[in-house]
């Protein structure tokens, strides 16, 4: 019989599928789905780049639709909704029989596991007011997400943002203007405050994706200059 279905770590490189299995799944037989990229009901030509990076996450599972298929690439995400994307991005697997370390976020909670994996890292922290799972994700925020990814990295970068000189987020905004994954909303503001869009996420975890070499594209060779919108993305 057919156990429970998990999601594990594939990744695509030099035309091969790579699966992370953990090794209390070893003797399992491992089935793999490649998927396709989704078919967003709000696509609009006229501002496609919008959609580019949120299309080619999709085919792992990482972006997905709402209820009506729509992307929403302009609509601002919350803490939960962020971290569910991160994990579903690390293809970390549940957390059976954990307990939460925040007041709001229960067991039950769709979110859960993200939040306690995250947490235990050290990745995400929670604010003096608990995890905070439907406050808007800030743009400053999710770029400390990744930050902590690597292990807080301290580079030497002179950052043209002057909203971004001081505070718990300099060192990590300056890792990743750095490293080229982020812009800023003008050309000296980065933005720090404000509420990041599903778009800008998952540009900017793209962008961190091609920089671990991890092609979220399967295999697909398309130019991303060629959309005419391809310089807006913030």
Do not use: C
């Amino acid at each position: 019989a057919l156990g429970a279905m998990k999601r594990l770590r594939t990744v695509y490189q030099k035309g091969q599928y790579t699966v992370t299995v953990p090794k209390f799944d070893a003797n399992r037989v491992i089935e793999v789905f490649i998927g396709d990229e989704a078919v967003f009901t709000d696509y609009n030509d006229e501002h496609s780049f919008d959609f580019y990076y949120m299309k080619k996450l999709s085919i792992s599972g990482v972006v997905n639709g709402d209820n009506e298929g729509k992307a929403n690439p302009l609509s601002e995400i919350t803490r939960a909704e962020a971290t569910a994307m991160v994990m579903r991005f690390l293809g970390l697997p549940a957390v059976d029989g954990a307990e939460s370390k925040f007041d709001d976020v229960k067991k039950d909670d769709w979110y859960f596991d993200a939040v306690k994996y995250v947490y235990d890292k050290g990745i995400i922290k929670g604010t003096d007011k608990g995890f905070e799972p439907n406050t808007d994700m800030s743009r400053a925020m999710f770029v400390t997400v990744l930050w902590r990814m690597e292990n807080s990295p301290v580079v030497n970068f002179a950052m043209k943002f002057n909203d971004a000189n001081d505070g718990w987020y300099t060192e990590a905004i300056r890792w990743a203007a750095s490293e080229g994954i982020i812009s800023g909303i003008s050309e000296d503001t980065f933005g720090t405050d404000e509420p990041i869009t599903r778009e800008m996420l998952t540009t900017i975890l793209y962008r961190y994706a091609q920089k671990k070499n991890i092609d979220v594209s399967s295999g697909e060779n398309t130019n991303i200059l060629s959309y005419s919108d391809a310089e807006s993305i913030s």
